[in-house]
């Protein structure tokens, strides 16, 4: 493989990176992609491109999305402390029982006020 090759397949990770570690956190924080696009000035078509990963994100635009987010930059550059994933459907509801119940058993066992969230590590 020649040189030019292994450096557009590291661009390309690099790119699908950064656009996954964007998609994570507008996810974790409750926003959608049109909404953080409206949010940092983008279009909805261009959020679209750079969350896909086709194409890649500049230095402004990731500054804005860490700022409107409250992330590091940093975070969404190398794609680390990525937030975890809420639980969705049945799983979600499986787990909730098994909440209730422990809070039953809390409630019984003199414990108040203790909140949890139900996430699954990506």
Same mark, same amino acid.
């Given at each position: 493989?020649?040189m030019?090759?292994?450096?557009?397949?590291?661009?390309?990770a690099?790119?699908?990176? @950064?656009?996954?570690?964007?998609?994570?956190?507008?996810s974790?924080?409750?926003?959608?992609?049109?909404?953080?696009?409206r949010?940092?000035g983008?279009?909805?078509?261009?959020?679209?491109?750079r969350?896909?990963?086709a194409?890649?994100?500049?230095?402004?635009?990731l500054s804005?999305?860490?700022? @409107?987010?409250?992330?590091?930059? @940093?975070?969404?550059?190398?794609?680390?402390?990525?937030?975890?994933?809420?639980?969705?459907g049945?799983?979600?509801a499986?787990?909730?029982?098994?909440?209730?119940?422990?809070?039953?058993?809390?409630?019984?066992?003199?414990l108040?006020g203790?909140?949890?969230?139900?996430?699954?590590l990506?």
């Amino acid at each position: 493989m020649s040189m030019i090759t292994e450096a557009r397949e590291e661009i390309d990770a690099d790119r699908i990176r @950064v656009a996954t570690a964007v998609r994570a956190h507008y996810s974790a924080a409750g926003f959608s992609a049109s909404a953080l696009a409206r949010e940092v000035g983008m279009t909805q078509s261009k959020m679209s491109r750079r969350t896909t990963g086709a194409e890649p994100f500049d230095i402004d635009e990731l500054s804005a999305i860490a700022r @409107v987010l409250e992330v590091e930059i @940093v975070d969404l550059i190398t794609g680390t402390n990525l937030p975890a994933r809420p639980i969705r459907g049945g799983a979600a509801a499986g787990a909730r029982r098994h909440l209730y119940l422990l809070e039953d058993e809390g409630r019984s066992a003199g414990l108040s006020g203790v909140n949890v969230a139900l996430y699954q590590l990506s």
